[in-house]
């Protein structure tokens, strides 16, 4: 797998207070496709879009708050 996929797997296991070792482990007992790899690149995508979604939600409701203020 490519640097930049590892790199990010490794923030993703820091920031979950796990060891890459058992975030891995979870992904591969979890994976619905045949190869971990892609799994593991399909994680990491899922990972961000949900973060970008949770922002997205947390920005229009501070400009819900301005609006209503």
Do not use: C
Request: aromatic share 6%.
């Amino acid at each position: 797998m490519e640097d930049a996929f590892w790199k990010g797997l490794k923030e993703i296991a820091g920031a979950r207070n796990m060891t890459l070792s058992d975030l891995v482990s979870s992904i591969d007992a979890e994976r619905k496709q045949a190869n971990l790899s892609s799994a593991i690149r399909l994680f990491i995508l899922d990972f961000h879009r949900n973060h970008l979604q949770q922002a997205a939600a947390r920005d229009m409701m501070a400009k819900r708050r301005t609006n209503i203020a």
